[in-house]
C-alpha cells in the first residue's frame, strides 16, 4: 500500500514530566489514509506522543505539523479544540451523565445535525440498539465501539486511539479489531494506534513505529520491522528471538549456534526467530531438549547445547517432543546487528 | 461572629460534598470535549456543571439542615434580639410551655423535611 500525503509530522519534539524526559527527539510521520501504529513498552512515552499530538499538553520543544503548517512550536499553539482530531481515550472517557445518542452527537455541529450525520454514524457502527443506554449500563466492548463512534462522528482528519483494546477480554478484542480496521478503512480515516502489544500493532497497523525510550527507533511497514529490525531493541519489541553474541571476521561471525554470514565486521548480536530454527530428532543430535510448551497453532521448545546454553525453537504441532529427547537443528535465517557498546 | 462559627463548623461538610463531586469528572472527560471542538466554557458548561451539580446541591441541603437544628452553638454566640427556631423550642420546652415549642417544632421539621428529601432521593437513585 502506498501513501504519498504527510498528515502529520513531529520533528524533534521533546516533553518532560516533573524533571523525567518522557520524549525525547521524538519524530513521528503519520501518511493520510494509513493506520500508524506506536508500539512501546509501558513507560516508553506512548500515550505522552498521543496527547502532544491532539493538544493536551504542550512539548517543551520541537515541532508539529499537519498537512504542512505548523500546528505547534515555540511560537505557534493550536489549541486542541480547533484540531479536529479525535481521541479514544483508554477508559473511553464516555460522559456518565449523557446517553449514547448523545455522546455521540456531543461533537456535532447543528449542520451536521441536521444533514443527518448523528444516524450515519450510529448505522455505521451498529449501535441502534443502544442509543439510549447510558454508559455504565454497556459492556466494555459497547462502550469501546461508542467511544470510536464519538470520536468518529465530527469526521476528524485523525483518529488516535490509546491501547484501544487491552481492558477487554483476548476473543472480544479480536473481533473488535478487525471491526475497527475495517471501519477505519472504509471511512480511510487517518488513525494512530498506540499499543504494546505486538500482534496487534503488526496486525493492525499498515505503518509500524517503534517506540524506546522517548524515541522513535525504526518506522516501517510491519513486515520489515519483523524481518529488518534495525537494533536488538526492536527485535526484541516484536517476537522473542534468540540473541546470541557474535564476533564477525571478514564477514563471518561464529556463534553457539553456528557460523553465519554478516554484513557487520566486529561485535555483533545475532538475532535468530525461533520460527527459524528447525528440529529434527536425532538420537545422534548435539542439542538436548529441555521443556516444550504447546499452544495448538504451534509449540515452542527451548533447548541447549553442550555448555548448557538455552534457546527457543517454535514449530508446527505435529511432532512431540520430549525433555531429554536429543535433536539436530538447522536454521534458515538470522539478522545481525552490530553491538552497542 | 454567629455567622463565623457557623462557617469554621459547616464549612468541611460543604467542601466536602463539593470534592466528592469534583471527583467524578475524571480529567479525560475535559480532554474528550475539548479535542470535540468545545472551548473552555462549553466545556464547563456542558460537562463539569452538570456532573457536579447533584453534589454541590446535596451539599447544600446537608448543611441547611445541620444550621436549621444547631442549637448550643446558636445559644452562646447569637446576638440579642435573635431568635432561631431550635432555640425557640429549647426555650419554651425548659418554661415548660410545650404547646409553644410543639408549633416551632412543628415548622422546623416542615422546613427540614424538603432537605431531607432531596438527601434521601439522591441515594436511592446511587
Known sequence: MAFDNLLIR????????????VLSDFNLDVWKGSITGILGSSGSGKTTALRLIAGFDRPDAGIIEMKNEVIVSDEVWLPPEKRNIGMVFQDYALFPHLSVE??????????????????EVIDMCNLSGLINKFPQELSGGQQQRVALARALAPNPEVVLLDEPFTSLDAQMARVLRDE?????????????????????????????SVLEKGKIIQSSTPQEIYLNPVSKTVANSVGDPNILKGFSIDGRVETSLGTFVSAYEGALDVSIRPECIELNLDSEGSYIVKECTFYGHDQVISFQNSKGEVFRARSLPNTIYEAGDKVNIEISEVTTFPSKV | MLIISYL?????????????????????????????????????????????????????????????????????????????????????????????????????LAISAFPTYILSTRNLTR
Not at chain 1, 186 to 208: F, G, M, P, W, Y
Request: proline residues 2%; charged residues 20%.
Open chain 1, 180 to 208: 475497527v480496521v475495517e471501519l477505519l478503512k472504509n471511512t480511510e480515516t487517518t488513525a494512530i494506534i498506540v499499543t504494546h502489544d505486538q500482534e496487534e500493532a503488526l496486525s493492525v497497523c499498515d505503518v509500524v
Open chain 1, 102 to 119: 448523545k455522546n455521540i452527537a456531543f461533537g456535532l455541529g447543528k449542520n451536521d445535525l441536521e444533514q443527518g450525520r448523528l444516524k
Open chain 2, 8 to 108: 469554621i463548623v459547616f464549612l468541611p461538610q460543604a467542601v466536602g460534598g463539593g470534592q466528592a463531586a469534583m471527583e467524578q469528572v475524571k480529567s479525560s472527560y475535559i480532554d474528550a470535549s475539548l479535542g470535540m471542538g468545545m472551548n473552555k466554557f462549553m466545556t464547563f458548561t456542558k460537562i463539569t456543571l452538570p456532573l457536579i451539580y447533584k453534589g454541590l446541591v446535596a451539599g447544600g441541603a446537608l448543611v441547611f439542615l445541620s444550621t436549621m437544628k444547631e442549637l448550643p452553638q446558636t445559644l452562646l454566640l447569637r446576638p440579642t434580639g435573635l431568635n432561631t427556631m431550635a432555640v425557640d423550642v429549647w426555650s419554651y420546652a425548659s418554661e415548660g410551655l410545650f404547646t409553644n415549642a410543639a408549633f416551632s417544632a412543628f415548622i422546623l
Open chain 1, 10 to 21: 513531529t520533528r524533534s519534539v521533546s516533553k518532560s514530566y516533573d524533571e523525567e524526559q
